[in-house]
């Protein structure tokens, strides 16, 4: 649960990003993945202006801000990754499971999770300097929110299968 949250945060701090993980066939009628992910990515930029009322200036450090973080948070979501399916491949049935290697992905895996999770500490510092906490905490609703409908959209699309 803990890591589905962090995971989460994550996304949300890519603003678009859960619809990313949406791969839409192209085909007649709907928009290329690509497409969809730069229209959402629009939609919401132009809300959070719009709702958290703010300049230009501070859109613009906003922009830099969430770039910074979630290209950081993108590599370390790789490394994770490739760490899970290390230890994956050791905790695999029927396959005795190296000790030394379990524990040492099982630190690494958790010592990404604390970085990943820091990430979010340190973009919040970084928002504090041009947001004030009011624009900063509707700007976390917002991003939950789209995260939810995103994950709802996934679900959907998981069962319609």
């Known amino acids: 649960m803990r890591h589905q949250m962090i995971r989460t945060m994550a996304l949300l701090t890519l603003v678009a990003a859960p619809l990313a993980a949406q ?5 007649p009628g709907r928009p290329r993945a690509d497409e969809l992910r730069h229209r959402v990515r629009e939609r919401f930029t132009e809300r959070v202006q ?3 009322d703010l300049s230009q200036d501070q ?5 830099s801000t969430v770039g910074t973080f979630a290209a950081e948070r993108r590599e370390l979501e790789t490394h994770q ?9 050791q905790l695999r ?8 290697s379990v524990a040492r992905l099982t630190d690494s895996l ?9 990430s979010f500490r340190a973009e919040q510092q970084e928002m504090a300097a041009y947001l004030d906490p009011v624009q900063r905490a ?3 609703v917002m991003r939950e929110r789209l995260l ?12 319609d299968r």
Request: proline share 4%; charged share 35%; net charge positive.
């Open 23 to 27: 791969q839409l066939a192209p085909g």
């Open 50 to 52: 719009q709702q958290l």
């Open 59 to 63: 859109m613009s450090r906003l922009r």
């Open 81 to 89: 990754r490739a760490v899970r399916d290390a230890l994956a491949g």
């Open 93 to 100: 049935p029927g396959v005795a499971a190296s000790k030394d």
């Open 110 to 118: 958790l010592a990404l999770r604390v970085r990943y999770l820091e």
């Open 138 to 140: 509707r700007l976390l």
């Open 148 to 159: 939810d409908r995103a994950r709802e959209l996934r679900h959907r699309r998981r069962m």
